[in-house]
C-alpha cells in the first residue's frame, strides 16, 4: 500500500515521543526514515521501525542519552553518541562541521559508540546543501565475507560522497559490500529470491533464498555464534573479478570508524555490550579551489555528458543521485510504498504505543 509522507512522518514522531525520545531527536529519526522511503531506499525506511522498537527494550538504544563532545579542535570533533540512535549524533556531527567548514576550509568527526544512523547519504546532503562536498561513512554489524573467506567479519559499510551540482547535488550512496542486509530484509519479507550473487553459505556456495539468508545474518550480526557464510563484497564470489577491491573499500571503512574512533570494529558489535558502531564525517569547502558557482557548472557539464553518451536501447544513463531525487519528487505526489510485512509490524508498534497507523491514502492531500 501508499501513505502520505507526512501521515508516515506523524506517525513516526508520536511513536518515537512514546518510546523517550525528545520532540526535537524524534523529528530528526521521523525524518530519516522519511527521506529514506521518499528516495526509494525502502531497506532504511520505516521497515527499520520494528528493529529500531526491538533494541530500545534491549537497552542497545538508550533514547534519552545525551551526545558527549570527548574531544574538540577548531576543525575536528571526537564524539560519544552514548548508546543512542546513531542520526541523532551524526547530525549533530555534521552541522557542527559544516559551521567549521565554513569558518576554516575542511574539517572531520569521528562518533563511537553509537547505533545505525539509517542512510549515509542523508548526512552527506546536509553538506552539499550548504555548498560544501560531504562524505559520510559507517562501520556496521558482522555481515560480510572477506575475498575467500567463508565466515562473515566485516559490515556492509556504507560510504556515502556528495558534490554541488545542478539541478540537484552529486550524491554517491551506497555499501562498501555487494548489498546492504537491508535489502535482503526486503526481499526476505516480500517473499521474493535473491536476483544475483549476492550471500553465499559456510561453504561460500551462492544462496538465492532471501529468507535463508536473513535467517542465518540474524545469528551473524547478533549472536557470538559464527555459522558461516554471509553477504559477499563488491566484487561478487570470485577474486578473478577482483573482489579483492570491494574487500579493501570496506577496510578503508573500517579504520576510519572503529579503528580511528577507538570503538569496535564490525567483528566485535555482536558481542554482549558492544553494540557500538562508529561513524566519520568529513567537509570540505570547494571554495578553497576555486568560485563555488564555477566549479558547480563544471561539474554539472561532465554529469551531463555522461547522460547523453551513446547507450543501450530502452535503458538511460543515470548519475547517482539523478533515480533518488526522481523518486522523491514522484513519491511526495503518490505516497510512499509500505511492503504487507512492514503493515502489520507497523500495526503492532502502533498498539503498543497507543498511536494510530497511517492507512492506505487517497493522496488528494497534496493538493491542498
Same mark, same amino acid.
Given at each position: 500500500?501508499?501513505?502520505?509522507?507526512?501521515?508516515?512522518?506523524?506517525f513516526l514522531?508520536k511513536?518515537?515521543?512514546?518510546?523517550?525520545?525528545?520532540?526535537?531527536d524524534g523529528a530528526?529519526?521521523?525524518?530519516?526514515?522519511?527521506?529514506?522511503d521518499l528516495?526509494?531506499?525502502?531497506?532504511?525506511?520505516?521497515?527499520r521501525?520494528?528493529?529500531y522498537?526491538?533494541?530500545i527494550?534491549?537497552?542497545?538504544?538508550?533514547p534519552?542519552?545525551?551526545?558527549?563532545?570527548?574531544k574538540e579542535?577548531?576543525?575536528?570533533l571526537?564524539?560519544?553518541a552514548?548508546k543512542?540512535?546513531?542520526?541523532?549524533?551524526s547530525?549533530?556531527?555534521?552541522?557542527?562541521l559544516?559551521?567549521?567548514?565554513?569558518?576554516?576550509?575542511i574539517?572531520?568527526?569521528?562518533?563511537r559508540?553509537?547505533?545505525?544512523f539509517?542512510?549515509?547519504?542523508?548526512?552527506?546532503r546536509?553538506?552539499?546543501?550548504?555548498g560544501?562536498?560531504?562524505?559520510?561513512?559507517?562501520?556496521t554489524?558482522?555481515?560480510?565475507?572477506p575475498?575467500?573467506? @567463508?565466515?562473515?567479519?566485516l559490515?556492509?559499510?556504507?560510504?556515502?560522497?556528495?558534490?554541488?551540482?545542478?539541478?540537484?547535488?552529486?550524491?554517491?550512496?551506497?555499501?562498501?559490500?555487494?548489498?546492504?542486509?537491508?535489502?535482503?530484509?526486503v526481499?526476505?519479507?516480500?517473499?521474493?529470491?535473491?536476483?544475483?550473487?549476492?550471500a553465499?553459505d559456510d561453504?561460500?556456495h551462492?544462496? @538465492?533464498d532471501a529468507?535463508k539468508v536473513?535467517?542465518?545474518?540474524?545469528k551473524?550480526?547478533?549472536?557470538?555464534?559464527?555459522?558461516?557464510g554471509?553477504?559477499l563484497?563488491?566484487?561478487?564470489?570470485?577474486?578473478?573479478?577482483?573482489?579483492y577491491?570491494?574487500?579493501g573499500?570496506?577496510?578503508?571503512?573500517?579504520?576510519?570508524?572503529?579503528?580511528l574512533?577507538?570503538?569496535?570494529?564490525?567483528?566485535?558489535t555482536?558481542?554482549?555490550?558492544?553494540?557500538?558502531f562508529?561513524?566519520?564525517?568529513? @567537509?570540505?569547502?570547494?571554495?578553497l579551489f576555486?568560485?563555488?558557482d564555477?566549479?558547480?557548472?563544471?561539474?554539472?557539464k561532465?554529469?551531463?555528458?555522461i547522460?547523453?553518451l551513446?547507450?543501450?536501447p530502452?535503458?538511460h544513463?543515470?548519475i547517482?543521485?539523478?533515480?533518488?531525487?526522481?523518486?522523491?519528487?514522484?513519491n511526495?505526489?503518490?505516497?510512499?510504498?509500505?511492503?504487507?510485512?512492514?503493515?502489520q509490524?507497523?500495526?503492532?508498534i502502533?498498539?503498543?504505543?497507543?498511536?494510530?497507523?497511517?492507512?492506505q491514502?487517497?493522496?488528494?492531500?497534496?493538493?491542498h
Amino acid at each position: 500500500m501508499r501513505i502520505s509522507s507526512s501521515a508516515e512522518k506523524t506517525f513516526l514522531e508520536k511513536v518515537f515521543a512514546t518510546d523517550g525520545f525528545s520532540e526535537h531527536d524524534g523529528a530528526l529519526l521521523a525524518d530519516t526514515l522519511v527521506d529514506a522511503d521518499l528516495r526509494g531506499i525502502s531497506s532504511h525506511g520505516i521497515q527499520r521501525l520494528a528493529w529500531y522498537t526491538s533494541m530500545i527494550k534491549e537497552h542497545i538504544i538508550e533514547p534519552k542519552n545525551k551526545v558527549k563532545v570527548l574531544k574538540e579542535t577548531p576543525t575536528s570533533l571526537l564524539i560519544d553518541a552514548n548508546k543512542n540512535m546513531g542520526q541523532i549524533a551524526s547530525a549533530f556531527a555534521m552541522n557542527s562541521l559544516i559551521d567549521k567548514t565554513k569558518k576554516l576550509g575542511i574539517s572531520l568527526a569521528v562518533i563511537r559508540n553509537s547505533n545505525h544512523f539509517g542512510t549515509a547519504g542523508y548526512y552527506a546532503r546536509l553538506a552539499a546543501n550548504q555548498g560544501l562536498i560531504g562524505i559520510a561513512l559507517t562501520n556496521t554489524r558482522p555481515l560480510v565475507v572477506p575475498t575467500n573467506a @567463508t565466515e562473515a567479519f566485516l559490515g556492509s559499510n556504507a560510504f556515502a560522497f556528495t558534490f554541488p551540482a545542478d539541478p540537484h547535488p552529486f550524491v554517491f550512496d551506497g555499501a562498501t559490500s555487494i548489498v546492504s542486509s537491508g535489502k535482503i530484509q526486503v526481499l526476505a519479507k516480500n517473499n521474493q529470491p535473491i536476483p544475483g550473487d549476492w550471500a553465499v553459505d559456510d561453504q561460500r556456495h551462492v544462496v @538465492t533464498d532471501a529468507q535463508k539468508v536473513e535467517d542465518n545474518l540474524a545469528k551473524v550480526a547478533f549472536t557470538e555464534d559464527e555459522p558461516g557464510g554471509g553477504v559477499l563484497t563488491l566484487g561478487g564470489l570470485l577474486e578473478q573479478n577482483s573482489n579483492y577491491k570491494g574487500f579493501g573499500n570496506s577496510l578503508v571503512v573500517e579504520l576510519l570508524t572503529g579503528i580511528l574512533a577507538q570503538g569496535s570494529i564490525s567483528a566485535d558489535t555482536n558481542k554482549p555490550g558492544r553494540h557500538d558502531f562508529s561513524q566519520f564525517f568529513l @567537509t570540505i569547502n570547494p571554495a578553497l579551489f576555486g568560485e563555488l558557482d564555477d566549479l558547480k557548472q563544471r561539474a554539472t557539464k561532465m554529469f551531463d555528458r555522461i547522460r547523453h553518451l551513446k547507450h543501450v536501447p530502452g535503458t538511460h544513463i543515470m548519475i547517482p543521485g539523478d533515480r533518488e531525487y526522481k523518486h522523491y519528487d514522484e513519491n511526495l505526489k503518490q505516497g510512499v510504498v509500505i511492503d504487507d510485512k512492514t503493515a502489520q509490524e507497523l500495526e503492532t508498534i502502533g498498539k503498543q504505543a497507543g498511536v494510530v497507523v497511517p492507512q492506505q491514502s487517497n493522496f488528494d492531500w497534496y493538493l491542498h
